[in-house]
T-cell receptor, first 114, second 112 residues
Framework: SQTIHQWPATLVQPVGSPLSLECTVE??????LYWYRQAAGRGLQLLFY??????ISSEVPQNLSASRPQDRQFILSSKKLLLSDSGFYLC?????????????FGEGSWLTVV | KQEVTQIPAALSVPEGENLVLNCSFT??????LQWFRQDPGKGLTSLLL?????REQTSGRLNASLDKSSGRSTLYIAASQPGDSATYLC???????????FGSGTRLLVRP
């Protein structure tokens, strides 16, 4: 069966420090991968979307970047964190083109920038 | 630009009550619509997915309907239980890329 792993689960980082959140998917190949953010008092917002290795689409201008070095690995990064980067980050995956295919989410990573 | 709205923002009901959560969207050309459950501090769990060609989907005590012409979806929960307490999110996908547009959620509390 397919599983998605996301880490770290929680982190507190000072302003200006770098960030790396990792996500891996098991049990499937060539998944579509996503990074979403849920900020306090706001809904879920899509940050990045990837259909394959090295193919990244950024949905909103921001201080973050994403990379996909392997088929089932998706990394969210920042060189210098801002206070506004605080939030709950969720990785997700889906496969195929059918409208009946579900998207699956990881357990999330809580980021607090202080 | 698609916008998804959920009403009410919060709901408190006694155990055993049947309830309806509402989701509305501005662009009827959706690819599919999904309902998710989110427990505090956790990720999202997919509950039901309705394809654009479908009118409803059922899973156990849950039933979700879709009316594209009116831009509405509802999630019906029968015989609610305290374990149903969570935030319920609806999200619309506009194409096969699955870039979901989420509503802000309905926070449900089922009182024993």
């Amino acid at each position: 069966s397919q599983t998605i792993h996301q880490w770290p689960a929680t982190l507190v980082q000072p302003v200006g420090s770098p960030l790396s959140l990792e996500c891996t998917v098991e049990g499937t190949s060539n998944p579509n991968l996503y990074w979403y953010r849920q900020a306090a008092g706001r809904g879920l917002q899509l940050l990045f979307y990837s259909v394959g290795i090295g193919q990244i689409s950024s949905e909103v201008p921001q201080n973050l970047s994403a990379s996909r070095p392997q088929d089932r690995q998706f990394i969210l990064s920042s060189k210098k964190l801002l206070l506004s980067d605080s939030g709950f980050y969720l990785c997700a995956w889906s496969v195929g083109q059918s409208s009946g295919n579900t998207i699956y989410f990881g357990e999330g990573s809580w980021l607090t920038v202080v | 630009k698609q916008e998804v709205t959920q009403i009410p923002a919060a709901l408190s009901v006694p155990e055993g009550e049947n309830l309806v959560l509402n989701c509305s969207f501005t662009d009827s050309a959706i690819y599919n619509l999904q309902w998710f459950r989110q427990d505090p501090g956790k990720g999202l769990t997919s509950l039901l997915l309705i394809q654009s060609s479908q009118r409803e989907q059922t899973s156990g005590r849950l039933n979700a309907s879709l009316d594209k012409s009116s831009g509405r979806s509802t999630l019906y929960i029968a015989a609610s239980q305290p374990g149903d307490s969570a935030t319920y999110l609806c999200a619309a996908a506009m194409d096969s890329s699955y870039k979901l547009i989420f509503g802000s959620g309905t926070r449900l509390l089922v009182r024993p």
